[in-house]
Nanobody, 125 residues
Framework: QVQLVESGGGLVQAGDSLRLSCAAS????????MGWFRQAPGKEREFVAA????????NVAVPVRDRFTITRDNNKNTLDLQMNGLKPEDTAVYYC??????????????????WGQGTQVTVSS
């Protein structure tokens, strides 16, 4: 069973950049398709980005497609989310997740098997 730990969140101003990382342990990262989700206060968890097992396929949600990039390094067992041009509406807890069954990308959070504890991103205007 893989354990996931996110890091890199914080308080930034609109227009700033952040790079979130997700460290995996207890498993081989290349066994999993990976994803990033976020949940803002009072809102449902929403899909942000996903990447296939070896990184050849990515899928980024439309609202952030021109600003966020998802990457992975299977040798280091890490997943990253580069976030540029942050906006106040990006404020949320960001979660990484692992999907054991998919060979592509998955946007449905119910398909993911393992989740990190989340990291808070707050963007001030």
């Amino acid at each position: 069973q893989v354990q996931l730990v996110e890091s890199g969140g914080g308080l930034v101003q609109a227009g700033d950049s952040l790079r979130l990382s997700c460290a995996a342990s207890g498993g081989i990262l290349s066994d999993y398709a990976m994803g990033w989700f976020r949940q803002a206060p009072g809102k449902e968890r929403e899909f942000v980005a996903a990447i296939s097992r070896v990184g050849g396929i990515t899928n980024v949600a439309v609202p952030v497609r021109d600003r966020f990039t998802i990457t992975r390094d299977n040798n280091k067992n890490t997943l990253d989310l580069q976030m540029n041009g942050l906006k106040p509406e990006d404020t949320a807890v960001y979660y990484c997740a692992a999907d054991l069954r998919s060979w592509g990308t998955t946007i449905d959070d119910e398909e993911y098997d393992y989740w990190g504890q989340g990291t808070q991103v707050t963007v001030s205007s």
